[in-house]
């Protein structure tokens, strides 16, 4: 989805550099998340954020760290890449109207490797 | 949430329809079934969801058995755009489940 954009799209480092990966979104959504996505484990989230104001862990956090800059904007940082992070990274926004409607909508994805 | 269960690979025409099945048993009676698709590592895209009653939209339509305990997403018109994995999902909508857990799903391939 157009609306959703990371950057980078793809990104080589190495073990202990730090790196910021980008997400911005003009769809308008207060929601955004950082999920992760390996190889036969499904997607895993990282970190999320209601608006400007809330972040909160998800089930894999440690080693991440989040900045909610705008509402439009939202940024995830491997403070010391390690090799099992390397993997397949994905934003997303949702429009939590109301309970019945929330919809996720993805980016197109970050691919980092951690030599 | 509810685990679902999807048939790892599916096979269909093009220009057929795709029907996806999807059991999930221990459904609860405030959980959702939604349905993403995956197409080749880009972005997962939602589909559809629903809770009780069938759905349609311009991409698919979703039937829910009475007792809520399976499902199928159909694709109406199969295209080689529709190749991709398909993800079935149950989730409640409430505060503090906030991420999509999302299973194997189906890998879907259309057939010339």
């Known amino acids: 989805d157009a609306d959703v954009t990371q950057t980078p799209r793809n990104r080589i480092t190495k073990t202990g550099k730090r790196i910021m990966l980008e997400c911005s979104q003009t769809?308008?959504?207060?929601?955004m998340y950082w999920y992760r996505q390996d190889p036969g484990l499904g997607l895993r989230l990282i970190y999320y954020?209601?608006?400007?104001?809330?972040?909160n862990k998800g089930e894999i956090s440690d080693g991440y760290s989040v900045s909610r800059q705008a509402q439009a904007k939202f940024s995830l940082s491997l403070e010391s890449a390690i090799p099992n992070q390397t993997a397949l990274y994905f934003c997303?926004?949702?429009?939590?109207?109301?309970?019945?409607?929330?919809?996720?909508?993805f980016g197109p994805g970050t691919r980092l490797l951690v030599l | 949430d509810a685990k679902t269960t999807q048939p790892p690979s599916m096979d269909c025409a093009e220009g057929r329809a795709a029907n996806l099945p999807c059991n999930h048993s221990?459904?609860?009676?405030?959980?959702?079934v939604y349905w993403y698709r995956q197409i080749h590592s880009q972005g997962p895209q939602y589909i559809i969801h629903?809770?009780?009653n069938n759905e349609t939209n311009e991409m698919a339509s979703l039937i829910i058995t009475e007792d809520r305990k399976s499902s199928t997403l159909i694709l109406p018109h199969a295209t080689l755009r529709d190749t991709a994995v398909y993800y079935c999902?149950?989730?409640?909508?409430?505060?503090?489940?906030?991420?999509?857990?999302f299973g194997t799903g189906t890998r879907l391939t259309i057939i010339p």
């Open positions: 997303a926004t949702s429009d939590f109207t109301s309970v019945r409607q929330e919809t996720q909508y």
């Open positions: 769809k308008g959504h207060d929601r």
């Open positions: 954020s209601f608006d400007v104001k809330d972040i």
């Open positions: 221990t459904i609860s009676g405030n959980e959702y």
């Open positions: 629903g809770l009780k």
């Open positions: 999902i149950v989730r409640a909508l409430n505060f503090g489940n906030e991420k999509l857990t």
